[in-house]
């Protein structure tokens, strides 16, 4: 295993510092560390992507576990992480068990939301359709990958046993957000031919994001689908909620972010604006990491929310 904090206990004071590692293969996770960020603004994280691997989807698992396992191992030591929040879908699905395994600290995973989306479709039904005894109707936009698991399967059955579930793969759209957090031009026809079937469905109401890459596209999908006619559900601010429940987070750091942000008044109020901006704290970089650090348009993307340019990723590959 790999040395860090305890398991799954609250975080110690030794431990409080160290940051929360976000893993996907790409720059996906970033909208999950944003979610993370926007609720815990005071929280060390540090961010780690497999892209010499990207994208997951189209890889075999037998190939993929022991990669995701030596990619996370090496990370969480280089970083000193005190958690691990798998931003991805797919690797959650498929490696949170050897993850695990392998790994001292807390394992955090990502998985499609079948039972908010399940709950929200059958709110969303209209009298005409419930009295027709039609069923629910919702989509899960994901990888090829994650539509096929056999973990989607389980959650569908257990949650939405009562509902029609669409399964849409959208690999293409993987590539594109990576495309747009790199400052590359949008192709907005990428976005509607991925949603052409879904389109067509009149009854669906919701659709799930199930890859944390899909989120950053979300203005584009609700525009494809129609964003008054159909939901967008997705697992960010749930992974959020659960980091602060894993490290026993809540009212003490409520409260430190609370100070923070008194101080921080304070000091505007109290100097002159030249010498309130001289005194006032730069923007902290955090720590990422990844497998190909030299990629174009990487270091802009992580930049974006607040990420140092990456370091590259040393691993027994």
Request: aromatic letters at 4%.
């Amino acid at each position: 295993m790999s040395p860090a904090c305890p398991g799954d206990t609250p975080a110690s004071d030794s431990c409080s510092s160290a940051p929360v590692l976000v893993f996907d293969s790409g720059v996906g996770g970033l909208s999950v560390a944003a979610e993370i960020r926007r609720q815990w603004p005071q929280l060390s994280l540090a961010y780690v992507c497999d892209n010499a691997a990207l994208p997951y989807g189209t890889k075999p698992d037998d190939w993929l576990i022991p990669r995701i396992v030596q990619v996370c191992v090496a990370a969480v030591e280089a970083s000193g992480a005190r958690a691990l929040v798998v931003a991805c879908n797919t690797a959650s699905t498929l490696a949170l068990t050897a993850l695990r395994e392998a790994l001292s600290i807390p394992v955090i995973g990502t998985v499609p939301a079948i039972k908010p989306a399940a709950a929200l479709a059958r709110a969303r039904q209209s009298a005409a359709r419930r009295e027709k005894c039609e069923p629910p109707v919702f989509a899960l936009l994901a990888t090829s990958a994650t539509v096929r698991r056999a973990y989607t399967e389980q959650l569908i059955r257990d949650f939405a046993a009562d509902c029609r579930v669409i399964r849409a793969a959208a690999d293409p759209l993987v590539a594109e957000a990576e495309r747009r957090l790199r400052g590359e031009p949008a192709r907005p026809e990428v976005v509607a031919a991925s949603l052409a079937d879904l389109a067509a469905v009149e009854a669906l109401e919701v659709v799930i994001l199930g890859c944390t890459h899909f989120p950053l596209l979300g203005a584009d999908i609700s525009q494809v689908l129609g964003e008054s006619r159909v939901a967008l559900v997705d697992s960010g601010a749930a992974i959020a909620r659960r980091v602060a429940e894993v490290l026993a987070l809540g009212a003490a750091a409520q409260a430190a972010d609370q100070q923070f942000a008194q101080a921080a008044q304070q000091v505007a109020q109290e100097a002159e604006p030249q010498v309130a901006q001289a005194v006032q704290p730069a923007p902290r970089e955090h720590l990422a990491l990844a497998t190909d650090a030299r990629q174009p348009g990487l270091a802009t993307a992580l930049a974006s929310q607040g990420f140092a340019a990456p370091q590259a990723l040393s691993f027994d590959d």
